[in-house]
């Protein structure tokens, strides 16, 4: 195809950071929700955007506002690709979810320039360019959604400049619920402390280190167990999430592990399977909307057409 190709259409699922203890560090590439996102070469120069599906009418299509602008932005210019392109995103992801909205849009057009433009980027650089989309969303380029949306699994940012990205691949099913609420990420990081106890500090290192140890022993338990101790962020964020700390103490004993999604309001939960259907009745009855779904394998080309 070469350089005939027009449009390349990728599937960009949502992702689920920090899973507890792993704050800016942690990510899970669920398989549901997922936006589709088509990057089209066009006749005019520079970048179109079009948005449709949910909540499509808040989210802006200016290119230095859009997560997938800024990042199409970026890429263009570094590679000196001169042509116009039209980028069209279709929302599955809810902007505000804690589920990774903004970043399966950058995540997604960042795989899509790549393939139309035959970049042959590797998947670190292309988290690197992605990552620029989350400062318009929440303030700052935390790259915890972006890695696994891109990498797939789990994934973990060990540093920031130059951005170093460990990945795990896993199996695993999660329950999410969504409350119908939306919290802006930006502002559940404002709220957070910027210096911690040390007493904090002990407490989420030891969980986040059995976190991993546990995922290379296959031992969900443990790996749910220690997601559930956060002691730093959850805590302050519990509060914007009506219900939320109610409805964990009651179900603790039911699922291997409870916890914000990002910057909430979802939460992820991972299901015992001989209470999955208790559990799940009663997140929609308090919440509403929930999704069954596994752990993601990350952004897949679905069409390049000519
Ligand atoms: N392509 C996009 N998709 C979703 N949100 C976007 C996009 N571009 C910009 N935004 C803005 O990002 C914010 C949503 O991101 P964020 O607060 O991080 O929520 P989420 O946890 O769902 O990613 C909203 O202000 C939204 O208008
Ligand atoms: N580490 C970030 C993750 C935000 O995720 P999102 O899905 O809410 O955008 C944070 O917790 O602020």
Redesign the pocket.
Known sequence: MGDKMRKVTVRSPATSANLGPGFDVFGLCLDEPYDIVSVEKMEENGIKIV?EGEKSE???TEPD????GVVAKAMMKDFNIKEGIKIH?T?G???????????A?SAGVAVAINELFNLNLPKLKLVEYAALGEG???GSPHAD?VAPAIFGGFTMVTNYNPLEILHIPVEMNVLIALPDIQI???EAREILPKKIEMEDMINNVGKACGMVYSLFRNDIELFGKYMMVDKVVEPRRAKLIPKYEEVKEKVKDKVYGITIS??GPAIISIPKKEHLLEVKELFEEVWGRVYYTKVGNGVSVLEKDD
């Open positions: 948005v808040e989210i802006p506002k859009n997560t997938a995103i929302k992801i809810k902007p505000g979810s804690g589920l990774g909205s903004s970043s849009s318009v969303a929440a959604n802006s990420t930006k990002g910057a």
